[in-house]
């Protein structure tokens, strides 16, 4: 039951990242999701809790046509952070997956949108023009993830450290 509880109660904060007023794409939810493998041993469930955040989320925002790409995009990001974890080195791991995971965001939403709105037409230069209008919401998705992955670490490191010093 705690386990529940400790599940929604992370979920609904990295939900309540996406409703409080923030710049578009600057939430904790890919940071979220290339860290959880470090915390949860899981990759299902690990990648279960940025989603259900998102999902929590897009219920009050609102669902849209994209948003299976979105889910995507950010479960295989918490699938390559999971996988790149074999490799043992954890904040060369972490800082190459912020910048895989945003520019993976990037791609596959950005083809999305493309490919599911008129806005562009469907050709190599309207995908290209598509991904060159969104280059304002990648400094966004990798700021923010650059930011948040940080500010998880920090709170881990800090965490242990407390825990080791008073326990």
């Known amino acids: 039951m705690k386990t529940i509880i400790t599940f929604l109660f992370i979920s609904g904060i990295l939900a309540l990242g996406r409703l409080i007023p923030h710049p578009p794409n600057f939430t904790p939810i890919l940071a979220t999701a290339i860290f959880t493998p470090y915390i949860i041993k899981d990759k299902w469930i690990a990648m279960l809790i940025p989603l259900s955040a998102m999902f929590i989320a897009d ?16 479960g295989i990001s918490t699938l390559l952070s999971y996988w ?24 596959i939403t950005n083809f999305a949108v493309w490919a599911i709105w008129d806005y562009y037409p469907k050709t190599f230069d309207g995908l290209i023009i598509c991904y060159t209008m969104a280059i304002p919401f990648f400094q966004n998705t990798l700021l923010g993830t650059i930011i948040y992955t940080a500010l998880i670490t920090l709170t881990i490191q800090k965490g242990k450290q407390y825990a080791h010093n008073y326990f």
């Open 59 to 74: 219920i009050i925002i609102g669902f849209h046509p994209y948003m299976l790409w979105i889910y995507g995009a950010i």
């Open 84 to 107: 790149s974890m074999r490799f043992n080195k954890k904040y060369i791991q972490l800082a190459i997956m912020t910048l895989v995971s945003s520019i993976l965001f990037f791609v």
